[in-house]
């Protein structure tokens, strides 16, 4: 594998299409077939819901509660690490649940994202950033300038993948020098339906690659009001399906999967050297 962290970055061309649950999907199937440890942060500012999703109503540490040591430069490998949650049902993902402070998101410097980033690449093998689809803030600037793929989402709605993603991808990522050939789509194919707009033809009028494909079931919908997505993409046999052939694509593209004769998990053994050897 190699030496530097792979910061994959989700984003969406739309609000509210799918964007959160397809970069979850990702992560876990990037922990579940790597082996190694993921780290997963929400940098979506204005409407941040994996908590809701996973079932944690009322996060211990959430990415408002790190802003001191972010404003300070402090934040520390293992301070991040404790910020984080850890679900039972998917081993190795670690997730930064995000700002719950919407009026602050604003309020995010670019160096702030830029000293999360790095405290994460000291402790992950790969990093999911899920930045949502609004462009007024820090983090998805920072997050998709140092992005070493930037996965934008949409659908077939012409209104999405054609009006918004002209005005963002093709208008105003340039102004960040960002053209719009360094970005790869992931079509979320909503339960109503696909559309009368076919894959190949929406990245072609978009100028972008295809990674791959995720779609939006009624139960996996249903999964959200229960808050129990995370159980849900390791247990169910359509939730195992999930982004399952694109984050294989990211783990032969990277190199990212846990030596054969290593025993103990690496996310596991990371996670101890950042604790002194201290296992809880």
């Given amino acids: ?91 190795g993902l670690h997730m930064l649940l995000g700002n719950l402070l919407r009026d602050q998101a604003e309020f995010y410097a670019i160096e702030e994202i830029e000293h999360l980033l790095n405290a994460a690449e000291a402790v992950f093998d790969v990093i999911v950033a899920d930045v949502g689809a609004y462009w007024d803030h820090a983090a998805i600037l920072c997050a998709l300038r140092r992005a070493d793929r930037r996965l934008m989402t949409t659908t077939s709605a012409l209104s999405h993948f054609q009006e918004d993603g002209q005005r963002w991808m093709k208008q105003l990522s340039i102004l960040y020098g960002i053209g719009i050939h360094d970005y790869e789509a992931v079509i979320i194919h909503q339960p109503w339906g696909k559309g009368g707009f076919q894959v190949k033809d ?35 046999e359509s939730g195992k399906e999930a982004m399952k052939e694109p984050a294989k694509q990211l783990i032969a593209a990277y190199g990212l999967k846990r030596p054969a004769k290593l025993v103990v998990q690496p996310w596991y053994k990371k996670l101890l050297t950042h604790r002194g050897g201290v296992s809880s």
């Fill in 1 to 91: 594998m190699t030496n530097k962290v792979p910061l994959l970055t989700f984003f969406g061309t739309t609000p509210n299409i799918g964007t959160t649950v397809t970069a979850f999907a990702a992560a876990c199937r990037l922990a579940q077939f790597s082996g190694l440890s993921v780290g997963y942060l929400e940098l979506n500012l204005k409407s941040a819901k994996l908590h809701r999703f996973i079932g944690v109503d009322q996060p211990a540490v959430t990415l408002d509660a790190l802003r001191p040591e972010l404003r300070t430069g402090t934040l520390t490998p293992d301070k991040l690490l404790r910020s984080m949650h850890v679900s039972q049902a998917v081993p």
């Fill in 202 to 236: 929406i990245c072609k009028e978009m100028g972008v690659s295809l990674l791959g494909e995720m779609a939006l079931s009624q139960p996996l919908l249903t999964q959200l009001d229960r808050g129990t997505l995370d159980e849900w993409m390791m247990q169910s």
